[in-house]
């Protein structure tokens, strides 16, 4: 008896650290997501200097919240909110930015990330 049940309790282990692993990979650092910039860039209330990103939504479950992590090390630079936008119709599919407008010598705001191939995309709120 003591056999079976200590099977099962392995079986039931091992079928979660499977699932752990299925939704990490999932909501994990996606390498389609990297994007690289030759000049520095804005987002709310942060600079990225030149160099490349993964930009990522947070969680399936909070689809408005995205993180932008250098993509050397992964280390999360900016996570903020965005407004859902639809992309414009002229923009190619794979385009994955629309900048904002900037004054002399600053670096220009990113105004919208959209995922390569998706209609809609996420506007950074600057306030």
């Known amino acids: 008896m003591t056999n079976s049940k200590s099977v099962r309790t392995g ?43 993964s930009f990522d939504v947070a969680s399936p479950t909070a689809l408005d919240v995205i993180v932008v992590r250098e993509a050397r090390s992964g280390k999360p630079l900016y996570m903020g909110f965005t407004n859902t936008v639809e992309r414009p119709r002229r923009m190619p599919k794979n385009t994955p930015i629309a900048f904002g407008e900037a004054t002399a010598n600053q670096p220009r705001p990113i105004a919208a990330w959209y995922e390569l191939g998706a209609t809609v995309g996420h506007e950074f709120l600057y306030r």
């Open 11 to 53: 079986l039931a282990a091992a079928a979660f650290a499977m699932l752990l692993a299925a939704s990490g990979h999932a909501w994990g650092y996606n390498h389609q997501n990297l994007l690289t910039f030759s000049r520095p860039v804005a987002l709310p209330g942060v600079v990225l200097p030149a160099g490349s990103y």
